[in-house]
């Protein structure tokens, strides 16, 4: 039995899905994976069945109904880990824009190093982003710079989510009580651990814009990071 889950949400990922299963499963360090499809049209969830004899009792799905958001999706997923025994629960894209051989050394920083959530980070050294247009650079590396001044976190990246959670983390923030479901559940997560004084870490990372299937960014997304971030400092004013 594995101590650590990877936790990957899907929708229609049937091009990415298997290739990134079996990243994970070619690491090292053993790592389980769930996968949290949100009923594809493409069938990534038949996909992941097709595998699941092979990585028998290592690969796990969790389909939901539709789309809800890829905050619900990890917090689905999240609850479904705490359910078990797992001490260490990550965050990764399945369009391996997160690269699988950095997560040894996310847990590294939490299992053996101190640390309370380790982050994947695409500005602790600088910028380390490959195949971005320089309009997305900017604004990426902008609301990173904007959550710091209105949250007073350290956190450079704090959009990101390539992460790893010791399970005391997820067991002291309230899920039920997650606002966000965009990039401003990444900073809400974050935000709220912070508040609760557990060690965040940043693990330098290259971050690869994904080369297959489409990307789910969109307009109201960006607003929501933007508008829910001044909503999460005000409402820490008035909290214990």
Not at 37 to 54: H, I, R, Y
Not at 164 to 186: D, P
Request: hydrophobic share 40%; with cysteine; aromatic share 12%.
């Amino acid at each position: 039995m594995s101590d650590a889950i990877v936790i990957i949400p899907t929708y229609n990922e049937i091009e990415n899905v298997e290739s990134i299963i079996r990243a994970v499963f070619s690491q090292q360090k053993e790592f389980h994976v769930l996968i949290v499809d949100d009923n594809s049209p493409d069938k990534t969830s038949e996909v992941v069945k097709g595998l699941q004899e092979e990585f028998k009792g290592r690969l796990f799905l969790l389909e939901r109904n539709k789309k809800s958001g890829l905050g619900t999706a990890y917090i689905a997923g999240f609850e479904w880990a705490l359910e078990r025994s797992y001490q260490y629960i990550f965050e990764m894209d399945a369009d391996f824009s997160h690269n699988p051989d950095d997560l040894s050394r996310l847990y590294s920083a939490c299992a053996l190093d101190g640390a309370d959530i380790s982050v994947g980070s695409r500005y602790v050294k600088g910028i380390t982003v490959v195949n971005w247009p320089m309009s997305r650079i900017i604004l990426s590396y902008g609301a990173s710079r904007y959550v710091r001044l209105i949250t007073r976190m350290t956190v450079k990246d704090s959009t990101a989510g390539f992460v790893c959670y010791k399970r005391a983390v997820l067991e002291a923030i309230n899920l039920k009580k997650i606002e966000f479901v965009g990039y401003a559940f990444q900073i809400e997560m974050k935000f709220k651990a912070h508040k609760k004084g557990f060690k965040i870490v940043e693990i330098p990372v290259i971050f690869k814009d994904r080369t297959k299937g489409k990307s789910k960014m969109s307009g109201s997304i960006i607003t929501e990071a933007i508008f829910g971030v001044i909503s999460l400092k005000i409402k820490s004013l008035f909290s214990k």
